[in-house]
């Protein structure tokens, strides 16, 4: 499944910060590790700064469309 156009440019920056995305097909569990490192991030900067509502304000529109993708692919293979 292509990502890379599913993210706004803000968006793909934010995955960067723990995972490259490329314009390529990713497979399910290609996409389950990006989203586990985009939410180990999550983590990470609120720990740091102690502010998780502000860190999943700004992250969860992505975590959101992952889980459509997830969802999404899940019923094509039914």
Do not use: P
């Not at 998780?52 to 039914?78: G, R, V």
């Amino acid at each position: 499944m292509k990502i890379f156009d599913k993210f706004t440019v803000e968006e793909r920056d934010l995955i960067g910060e723990s995972s490259k995305i490329e314009d390529r097909d990713y497979s399910i569990d290609e996409i389950r590790y990006i989203k586990s490192n985009v939410i180990d991030n999550i983590f990470q900067k609120s720990h740091k700064n102690g502010d998780m509502t502000k860190a999943l304000e700004n992250y969860s529109d992505i975590i959101e469309k992952f889980d459509m993708m997830i969802k999404h692919e899940k019923m094509m293979t039914i």
